[in-house]
């Protein structure tokens, strides 16, 4: 018999780690996943684990969750062994945690009855978490038929239901919409303050940026482990944030390879309007850059100074194991560039709508995308994206509306038109049962790539891949990234002349996100038109145009500049002690949706900043939060995300 | 609330939920009971049979009309010409029966006159039916004609008991609950596992410390009682449609159920722990169940007909057992003094499966 | 010309499809084994296990007279071997509660009187006891008893012959071993199982797991996507036929008396058919669960009412007239006749007629309906 719930409950060991890992080793077969671990979590504390692909993250939380062996170390969760910890902990797996064909309601009581919760705590503890989670409304809906986001914040649900000690979370917020993602970290936040301890596992930095400590983690090995603070301060380098008009060429100037190489950058991100450089110091840094930049016949830049980001972190220590630094190989296009000369729209879509039932999925939405164009589709999870590219690529019959692509209005699903078509849909696209290098075959074969340029063509999305060499590999066994990666090179090498990707990156690690979007790029030049959705809204900076859904309609649309430039109000950027309550605090006084967590900064939209702003410090200090820094900021594309979104009545309606 | 409760709660709400599959779960069972309570006739009726009568006598033509006085024989025409090319390998009639020139002359006269039969052996059990009833037509002929140089001196007094009807539903019927509440309880306990294992659900039961004995009683609870559901309707269907009734002991009859519905389950959710997908589990039961409980069971022809080495598998067959049990109850109602070892037999092969599915399950942990 | 034609086929989508096909059949151990194993051992099964003869009934007697005449007749009952003799009793109490209970299949009671009247040339009256509860069986072991008796009689008389001699002969299986009449209707009953199960669940894996969307986004035409799920089962289930059919010759010795090309056509015409029905039951079906349970409800009625186990003619009416809409009927009636008969098309054109026209509304309707749902 396990011992009564009440006994665990006072478990003294508040000063000790919750969690204590030494030596921890794990082998598959012919694979070592952990090579030798050494970390504590402390109580009440957020511990991020961030890496590449295949880092071994997976399975450092199977063993933290108790639900596998280690080959060799000690691991010691609330001081007993992971297995006999279970009902202390809490676990999101990756995927699937849920019953999908229960409701909320059932999945809860579920996992209550599970974990032997008693009765009366049940309904306490699921009226309190629901609404926490604003799912209240939800208690009798599939957890199938909820958004992304919503399933998430259920599963979250669940882990909390027996009020564990220890919180597991396997890249929680994995093709989950950036609204719903800041909301789940709230949530995170409020409880991890209650004396939750919480280890959390993500590809996204920004969330990183949230906890207390960050271990990044390379090869089953602890690489860097501190604060976030501390992990940026280690790197010893500047970020500067630099504006121009003519952000093409300046970029082909710093690139690697390119006209200009310097031990004074040490990497070069570009950003749909700006480009960021990470210098060791910033006045020489800025000096040196305007130097290129007037050497190069462009105008002056305009430069802002800033912190480097834990992407960075991630970015430059990977790259000195000698992550993305195999020089990016370039597709071999064997037809001509088509080129942004085609007068004609690629893909031209007026009014389309589609109804399910009662349910109007897509109102209306209008839009163009000429070749050479990268258009980038944003809204939250269940905004209606997946419907319109389904009705734009013919996959789905709008209810009503008329559409255009690559000049066929008539025939949506000749083969003929298809040839001319890459598509990547949001599941995973390649035969898990399969190796590969079949996969690979099987998609030069139904697009019918030319026998002579089909093994050249296999060995890029390979080299892309950093494959080489594993193409026997079934897989089925590729981490997430890797098999998005994958998928993207299927679906492309036939040269698309319309490319339709839907959530690429979705679970993919930073460096390879860079080079997914290296390529992307490569194709727009190219002449491919590319209709793109992302939850990556930095990466949204990529795109020349954008259009952003919420519920169902197109609600603004236009390049990422336009887009921000459009919204109302000002953006307020605060740096105070405590980032989480100043939020908390805050949101008591505005709408919720005004008050954002950016990293360890607040983002804070006003109408009248002259008259709000005074008054707001002040309820900050009289709670003992100092303001250490308070400036107007312009918007970022997440901010004009989040408002547009909001405004609109929220994520789910 | 108990765990084992919580699970089955909750696999019977996954249950539910799936319109499609709960009305095929009943829907199958009452399908398969009708058809082989209707369609499944042992007993050879209405065989097609030609006769080439080259006597044309009275006598001829009185002893055609006695093989096709009962349903066993229905006239075709006769064709004429090489009968085996014309008749037997075009398959238009089972057997041709010739009776030669001079037939009833010889017969007066006291001479034997035999008559030929060539009968198709494809289907083996037709075959023999087909010959015995021509010689019981033929000894019955010489009885009445008078012809018989013998008088039969005994005169067996045959009762048949228990189903002086010889209804064969009577049979097939009891024997069908046998195979269908094996393979639909335990196809529906396979599915359920075998979909939490693809699905990835089985990590977040690991990761809840319930324990193998708790998940493996949950879940076939759950399936259990959804096969006691699938027995009434079942059992409904015995009654109205054709007319059961309870011989023997309705108490032995229900532990029985009940155990053999367990061991249903504990045997699928057995498969499908080892299996990779949902396909290969239903193979597998289908397999494994299946083929043994429709074959091997008695169901349709005598266990002991069963030719080594399968004798000794049928041994161990819990369908066998449990379709005497269901014979004995419907049927002969001998009750606990002849089927007293068929619960205690269910019993042990319940425990065995429970077993191999708790160890199959290993410590609830990932298997790498 | 016969290279560029060759070349001209692998480069193309077709081939590219059917071998993304084969390869996941045969990267699916435990299906493959699925496919090949269960259809070996049911036959082995089937041949083996499955016999209707009607022998070896345990019998318990009551033997009041205690004669030689009525130890004859016992031992007349026994030595074909038609009844084995389990006890003799010493009570009627005995006898019937051995029936009661199952323990015997017959019980046989000569009164005390029966060798007197035998003697005095009166006819002796004794009593046999039948359990009814299988009555196919009972009803042959009612007709045993009489035709011993009968000859009984005529032995004890003079040894006479009886003047209406039954000459019967059988054909085509002269031994009348039943391994020859189960083993094709058992490949029949195999070929639709799994012909129908696995291409329905490789349809529905598709479709669940979301590469279907991204196949119908390529330039294969569904005509492709669909042939190409059939042509490596097709091949396959060639396989598996091939294989019951020499594991039929060399275990149970099943004679092949008919041309084997046509055999060979007939069952992949079948096979075509088995893998329609996959195909239309995955159309129907939404998830793995369903398209088990659906393939269920149609396969059963198939082989219950295709001939295979039990003959079509002994059904009820109705399910005769049904029958006649199962594509299996067909099937199994004309391998039986090919196998054994060794006939051909001259006398089976109605069936090939029939399973052409099986395959072809099922195979067009299937394409159709795959095509509506997802267009």
New interface residues.
């Given amino acids: 018999m396990p011992p009564v719930e009440t006994v665990v409950q006072q478990a003294p060991d508040t000063d000790g780690p919750v969690i204590s890992v030494r030596g921890l080793r794990k082998r598959y077969r012919d694979l070592e996943a952990v090579r030798g671990l050494d970390f504590d979590i402390r109580r009440g504390e957020i511990f991020g684990l961030i890496g590449p692909d295949g880092a071994g993250k997976t399975t450092i939380f199977h063993i933290l969750g108790g639900v596998m062996e280690p080959t060799a170390g000690q691991v010691a969760v609330v001081g007993r062994k992971p297995a006999d910890a279970r009902s202390e902990i809490g676990y999101l797996t990756q995927q699937f945690s849920l019953n999908l064909d229960l409701s909320v309601d059932e999945n809860l009581s579920y996992t209550a009855g599970l974990r032997r919760v008693p009765e009366p705590m049940v309904s306490e503890r699921r009226r309190r978490y629901l609404k926490l989670m604003g799912l209240d409304a939800f208690g009798s809906r599939l957890a199938g038929q909820l958004s992304g986001g919503m399933k998430q914040k259920l599963a979250l649900c669940c882990a909390l239901m027996s009020r564990p000690q220890v919180l597991l979370l396997d890249e929680p917020t994995t093709g989950v919409d950036p609204v719903s993602r800041r909301e789940f970290w709230d949530v995170l936040a409020g409880i991890a303050h209650e004396g939750m301890t919480i280890a959390v596992a993500t590809p996204y930095l920004d969330e990183a940026e949230r906890c207390d400590r960050v271990a990044l983690v390379h090869e089953g090995a602890i690489r860097q482990i501190g604060t976030p603070v501390e992990l940026r301060e280690r790197l010893g380098l500047h970020r500067l944030e630099v504006r121009t008009s003519d952000l093409g060429r300046l970029e082909q100037a710093l690139a690697p390879g390119g006209s200009v190489e310097s031990a004074e950058i040490a990497d070069v991100q570009p950003f749909g309007d700006r480009l960021d450089v990470l210098v060791a110091d910033s006045e020489r840094g800025e000096r040196y850059l305007q130097s290129i930049a007037a050497s190069a016949g462009i105008g002056a830049l305009r430069i802002d100074r800033d912190e480097p980001t834990l992407e960075n972190v991630f970015v430059l220590n990977l790259r000195k194991e000698g992550l993305g630094t195999t020089a990016y190989k370039p597709f071999a296009f064997s037809g001509p560039a088509l080129g942004p000369s085609r007068k004609t729209s690629a893909i031209a879509a007026s009014k389309l709508s589609k109804q399910f039932g009662e349910f109007q999925a897509v109102k209306g939405v209008s839009l163009q995308i000429g070749y050479g164009e990268i258009y980038g589709l944003l809204g939250a999870n269940g905004a209606g994206k997946t419907t319109t590219i389904k009705m734009i690529c013919g996959l789905l019959q709008p209810s009503s509306g008329e559409m255009m692509l690559a000049g066929e209005t008539q025939r949506m699903r000749s083969p003929a038109l298809r040839q001319r078509i890459g598509y990547m849909s949001q599941k995973f696209t390649l035969y898990d049962d399969l190796t590969i290098l079949q996969n690979l075959e099987f998609y030069c074969g139904v697009y019918q790539v030319p026998m002579g340029l089909r093994k050249e063509r296999i060995n890029w999305v390979l080299s892309t891949c950093q494959l080489v060499g594993r193409e026997g590999m079934i897989t089925g066994l590729l981490p997430g990234g890797w098999k998005q990666r994958l998928s993207f090179g299927a679906s492309v090498m036939h040269e698309p002349e319309i490319l339709f990707l839907d959530e690429p990156t979705s679970g993919v690690d930073p460096i390879a996100r860079r080079q997914l979007w290296n390529m992307i790029r490569d194709f727009a030049r190219h002449g491919t038109a590319i209709l793109v959705t992302t939850h990556f809204l930095e990466e949204a900076e990529n795109c020349h145009r954008l259009g952003l859904m919420a519920a169902g309609e197109l609600v603004a649309q236009g390049s990422p500049s336009e887009i921000k430039k459009a919204q109302p109000g000002q953006l307020i950027v605060l740096v105070t002690s405590d980032t989480q309550r100043s939020s908390d605090l805050l949101k008591t006084k505005l709408e919720s949706w005004r008050v954002a967590i950016f990293a360890d900064k607040l983002h804070v939209v006003l109408d009248e900043p002259e008259r709000q702003l005074p008054a707001l410090v002040s309820l900050l200090s009289e709670n003992g939060i100092q303001v250490r820094s308070q400036m107007a900021g312009s918007f970022s594309l997440e901010d004009a995300f989040i408002g547009l979104v909001q405004r609109r009545g929220g994520v789910q309606s | ?1 108990n ?1 084992v ?3 089955c ?2 696999e019977l ?2 249950f539910v ?2 319109r ?2 709960v009305a ?2 009943f ?2 069972p009452a ?2 009971m009708l ?2 309570g ?11 049979l030609v006769v080439q009568n080259l006597d044309n006598s009275a006598l001829s033509r009185s002893f055609i009309e006695r093989l096709y006085t009962n349903e066993q024989f229905v006239p075709v025409r006769c064709p004429g010409g090489d009968l ?1 090319k014309t008749v ?4 238009i009639a089972e057997a041709v029966v010739i009776i030669p020139p001079e037939f009833a002359r ?2 007066r006269a ?20 087909i ?6 037509t ?2 019955s ?2 009885d009445i004609e008078g ?18 009807g ?3 539903s ?2 097939v019927v009891p024997g069908a609950f046998g195979i269908v509440l094996l393979i639909y309880p335990a ?1 529906l306990c396979a ?1 359920a596992m075998a ?1 939490e294992t ?4 089985i ?8 324990t193998a004995s708790e998940f493996i009683l949950g879940k076939v609870a759950a399936y259990v009682i959804v096969g006691i559901a699938e027995t009434l309707l079942v059992l409904l269907i015995g009654f109205v449609v054709f007319h059961l009734s309870v011989a023997g002991d309705a108490l032995l009859f229900t532990l029985g159920t009940l155990l053999y519905l367990i061991d249903a389950c504990l045997y699928g959710l057995m498969i499908a722990v080892g ?6 589990a ?3 039961v ?2 494994g169940g299946f ?2 409980a429709l ?2 069971s008695g169901y ?3 266990v ?4 080594y080495p ?1 004798n000794l598998v ?1 041994d161990f067959v819990p369908a066998r057992y449990y379709i ?1 049990l269901s ?2 109850t419907f ?4 009750g606990w ?2 089927q007293w070892f068929v619960p205690v037999f269910l019993t042990l092969v319940g425990l065995l499966l429970f077993r191999i599915a708790r160890k199959r399950l290993g ?4 298997s ?1 | 010309m016969l290279k560029l034609w060759l070349k001209a086929f692998v480069s193309s989508r077709l081939w590219a499809l059917s071998q993304k096909e084969l390869r996941q059949i045969l990267r699916d151990r435990q299906l493959l084994f699925l496919l090949m194993f269960p259809p070996t051992i049911q036959l082995f099964i089937f041949g083996f296990a499955l016999n209707p003869e009607v022998t070896h009934l345990r019998l318990a007697v009551l033997d009041l007279s205690n004669s030689p005449t009525s130890r004859e007749l016992v031992s007349a009952l026994v030595e074909n071997h038609v009844f084995d003799l389990w006890r003799v009793g010493t009570t009627y109490r005995q006898v019937t509660e051995a029936v009661c209970d199952g323990k015997v299949e017959a019980g046989l009671i000569i009164p005390p009187e029966f060798n007197r009247e035998i003697k005095q040339g009166r006819q002796a009256r004794v009593q046999v006891l039948l359990d009814g509860v299988d009555a196919n069986k009972a009803g042959i072991a009612g007709g045993y008893v009489s035709q011993i008796f009968t000859a009984f009689s005529r032995r004890l008389e003079t040894g006479a012959s009886s003047p209406i001699e039954l000459d019967a002969s059988f054909l085509y299986n002269p031994g009348l071993i039943s391994a020859w009449f189960f083993v094709p209707g058992v490949m029949g009953l195999v070929l639709n199982l799994t012909g129908s199960l696995v291409s329905s669940s490789a349809l529905v894996r598709e479709k669940d797991s979301g590469t279907l969307e991204q196949l119908l986004m390529t330039p294969a035409a569904s005509w492709e996507i669909l042939m190409a799920k059939i042509v490596p089962l097709f091949i396959v289930l060639n396989i598996t036929v091939l294989l019951a059919l020499s594991m039929g010759a060399l275990i149970f010795q099943v004679p092949f008396r008919g041309n084997f090309l046509f055999y060979m056509a007939i069952s992949a015409l079948y096979i075509f058919v088995a893998i329609s029905i996959g195909l239309m039951l995955a159309t129907i079906a939404r998830n793995q669960r369903q398209v088990v349970m659906t393939s269920f409800f149609f396969n059963l009625p198939i082989i219950q009412l295709s001939g295979a186990v039990a003959p079509v003619a002994s059904m009820p009416l109705f399910f005769q007239y049904l029958s006649l809409l199962n594509p299996l009927r067909y099937y199994v009636a004309c391998i039986r006749a090919v196998l054994l008969r060794g006939v051909g098309l001259e006398v089976l054109w109605p069936n090939v007629l029939a399973l052409f026209a099986f395959a072809a509304v099922l195979l067009l309707a299937s394409a159709h309906q795959f095509r509506r749902q997802l267009g």
């Fill in positions: 609330m765990r409760a919580v699970q709660i909750k709400r996954q939920r799936d499609l599959s095929l779960a829907g199958l399908l398969s058809l082989y209707f369609a499944t006739r042992l007993e050879i009726k209405n065989i097609p085996v037997l390998n075009r398959g010889k017969l006291g001479l034997p006159s035999p008559v030929e039969a060539l009968i198709d052996g494809t289907d083996v059990n037709n075959a023999r039916v010959k015995n009833s021509i010689i019981a033929t000894n002929f010489l012809l018989s140089p013998f008088r039969p001196l005994i005169h067996p007094q045959v009762r048949l008991w228990f189903n002086p010889r209804k064969e009577l049979f196809l599915l979909r693809e699905q990835g659900t990590l977040q039961i690991y990761a809840s410390s319930l299996a990779k997908t949902q396909n290969a239903v193979q597998a289908a397999f083929t043994p074959l091997l349709l022809y005598p002991r007909n069963i030719r399968f049928a005497e014979r004995d049927v002969r109602g001998a003094a002849g410590r609830m942990q990932i790498a």
